[in-house]
């Protein structure tokens, strides 16, 4: 016997249909699927801008096609255990955040094994840089600049925000953040069981320090905390909760919000237009980043 669909709008279903569809019949990745499905018209993109000059050190801006000027930029980086990942995989995260007015860059860095921790920090410390210096070609307001994440780069933004060395070597501080966002980070995990987690951290080698967890303060800016509950890749009990329980603990604002219709794929997955149904991941960011507008 069929077992009844749980609750989700129609809508919903068919674009989660759809992505799994293609999928299966292209062979593509589920980001590629969803890039497939939302709008292609609802910004402007300006593709491929160098940062540095290695051939990872690159980004992808999405400006919004309306907004109130000037208005808030989000840094995006993207997971895959510092391995694995492509910028543009991640459209469905630029043209999510541009349809609701904030500009966005989505970051590529460079991965392990050609490099090693604290290498893919002092990168996304450089893309943040630039984000800055070119303020004002993105239309965007000094007062409100966030960096973002899922994964293992949740922990990239993460470490920028709460640990002032990656910042500081690029010439700027935490303090310049309107805050930081974070999709089902990992914020402690040592011991490392991952091999390749492992190469990338230099196991058993990995500092102590290398941990957000630890370089949680009184001065650390406003944090988005977002998780799913049955996350079986990221433990949100142990990374989320106790790291926005830390930083509340400091008197840090901190937005808590733990799902429980979303894995940790389909939480970021989740703001694309197809699958918004799983979790309203992208009203909180944007209600997040809209409470910080002075």
């Keep these: 016997m069929a077992l009844p669909l749980p609750p989700f709008s129609r809508r919903g279903w068919l674009g989660l249909l759809s992505v799994a569809g293609l999928a299966t019949l292209t062979g593509c990745s589920a980001s590629g699927a969803l890039n497939a499905l939302v709008p292609s018209d609802s910004y402007r993109l300006r593709a491929d801008v160098a940062y540095g000059p290695d051939a990872r050190q690159r980004l992808d801006v999405y400006?919004?096609?309306e907004r109130r000027m000037p208005g808030p930029v989000?840094?995006?980086f993207y997971g895959g255990s510092w391995t694995t990942g492509e910028r543009?995989?991640?459209?469905?995260v630029g043209e999510a955040l541009a349809s609701r007015g904030i500009a966005v860059a989505v970051a590529d860095y460079r991965l392990s094994p050609a490099v090693k921790y604290p290498v893919f920090l002092q990168d996304s410390?450089?893309?943040?840089?630039?984000?800055?210096?070119?303020?004002?070609?993105?239309?965007?307001?000094?007062?409100?600049?966030?960096?973002?994440?899922?994964?293992?780069?949740?922990?990239?933004?993460?470490?920028?925000?709460?640990d002032a060395r990656w910042l500081g070597?690029?010439?700027?501080?935490?303090?310049?953040?309107?805050?930081?966002?974070?999709?089902?980070?990992?914020?402690?995990?040592?011991?490392?069981?991952?091999?390749?987690?492992?190469?990338?951290?230099?196991?058993?080698?990995?500092?102590?320090?290398?941990?957000?967890?630890?370089?949680?303060?009184?001065?650390?800016?406003?944090?988005?905390?977002?998780?799913?509950?049955?996350?079986?890749?990221?433990?949100?009990?142990?990374?989320?909760?106790?790291?926005?329980?830390?930083?509340?603990?400091?008197?840090?604002?901190?937005?808590?919000?733990?799902?429980?219709?979303?894995?940790?794929?389909?939480?970021?997955?989740?703001?694309?237009?197809?699958l918004r149904g799983l979790a309203p991941v992208l009203d909180d960011v944007a209600a997040f980043v809209g409470q910080a507008r002075p």
Aim: glycine fraction near 10%.
């Design 63 to 65: 400006l919004p096609l």
């Design 125 to 162: 410390a450089q893309a943040m840089r630039w984000t800055f210096e070119n303020l004002g070609e993105l239309g965007a307001d000094p007062r409100q600049v966030f960096v973002m994440g899922h994964s293992a780069g949740a922990y990239n933004a993460a470490m920028l925000a709460l």
């Design 88 to 92: 543009a995989t991640y459209r469905f």
């Design 169 to 274: 070597g690029a010439g700027l501080n935490p303090a310049q953040l309107a805050g930081w966002i974070g999709l089902a980070g990992p914020y402690d995990f040592l011991p490392i069981g991952n091999r390749d987690v492992q190469l990338a951290f230099g196991w058993p080698g990995t500092p102590a320090d290398s941990q957000p967890m630890v370089h949680a303060s009184k001065n650390s800016p406003p944090a988005l905390l977002l998780a799913a509950r049955g996350d079986s890749t990221v433990n949100p009990v142990r990374n989320t909760e106790a790291l926005a329980r830390r930083l509340q603990g400091t008197g840090v604002p901190v937005g808590l919000q733990v799902y429980d219709r979303v894995s940790h794929v389909t939480l970021v997955a989740a703001l694309a237009a197809p």
């Design 74 to 76: 989000v840094v995006f």
